[in-house]
Nanobody, 121 residues
Framework: QVQLVESGGGLVQAGGSLRLSCAAS????????VGWFRQAPGKEREFVAR????????AYADSVKGRFTISRDSAKNTVYLQMNSLKPEDTAVYYC??????????????WGQGTQVTVSS
């Protein structure tokens, strides 16, 4: 059984930092990718960042570029999202998701339960 478990969310003031973790069990994503997504109240889920596991290539949404950093620890089968210079508009439930292929059209088919991030102004 594949599980993705997020942790590290919480309440932080604007300008502060948080580090989210996504621990995978049951399989690795060594041939695929792991991404972070978020969903704010009343809004659709949106892409935040992703990392191609095998080579560490990353991609970011424009809204977080320069503030957030995604990384992975292969030994721990864990992906991190370091979030700096947080803004109130970053408030959302953050989800990690994994996919086993990086081929075009491959979907994220494994999802975590989400962790709440709240940024106060």
């Amino acid at each position: 059984q594949v599980q993705l478990v997020e942790s590290g969310g919480g309440l932080v003031q604007a300008g502060g930092s948080l580090r989210l973790s996504c621990a995978a069990s049951g399989r690795t994503f060594s041939s695929g990718a792991v991404g972070w997504f978020r969903q704010a109240p009343g809004k659709e889920r949106e892409f935040v960042a992703r990392i191609i596991w095998s080579v560490g290539i990353t991609a970011y949404a424009d809204s977080v570029k320069g503030r957030f950093t995604i990384s992975r620890d292969s030994a721990k089968n864990t992906v991190y999202l370091q979030m700096n210079s947080l803004k109130p508009e970053d408030t959302a439930v953050y989800y990690c998701a994994g996919k086993t292929s990086i081929m075009p059209g491959a979907n994220y088919n494994y999802w975590g339960q989400g962790t709440q991030v709240t940024v106060s102004s």
